[in-house]
């Protein structure tokens, strides 16, 4: 088993800048992603990060404005530039697969937590 926890979610201005965390403990998996849900929305694909923190992958819509990385015991995520329309709930998932931006391949989730990014 995997227990996964977020934190760090809150209210910011556009333009400002958020860090999330995922503390994970359990067994170790093969990599370690981030989604978001918006409300009437599907949950998306935000940025995955491989077990050694050397490979990293990004959805097209936050490359270059967010940043993950992680340690043994944390994955973050540094969310840069923010945009109303990245308010969402956040959640942390783990996958015994390669990097996957595909929801159904984590198997492991987090509760989520709130980003709200006002204009």
């Known amino acids: 088993q995997v227990q996964l926890k977020e934190s760090g979610g809150g209210f910011v201005q556009a333009g400002g800048s958020l860090g999330l965390s995922c503390a994970f403990s359990?067994?170790?998996?093969?990599?370690i992603g981030w989604f978001r849900q918006a409300p009437g929305k599907e949950r998306e694909f935000v940025a995955t990060?491989?077990?050694?923190?050397?490979t990293t992958h990004y959805a097209d819509s936050v490359k270059g404005r967010f940043t993950i990385s992680r340690d043994n015991t944390k994955v973050y995520l540094q969310m840069d530039d923010l945009k109303p329309e990245d308010t969402a709930v956040y959640y942390c998932?783990?996958?015994?697969?390669?990097?996957?931006?595909?929801?159904?391949?984590?198997?492991?989730w987090g509760q989520g937590t709130q980003v709200t990014v006002s204009s």
């Open positions: 998932a783990a996958t015994d697969y390669t990097l996957s931006e595909y929801s159904r391949a984590y198997d492991y």
């Open positions: 359990g067994r170790t998996t093969n990599a």
């Open positions: 990060i491989n077990r050694s923190g050397g």
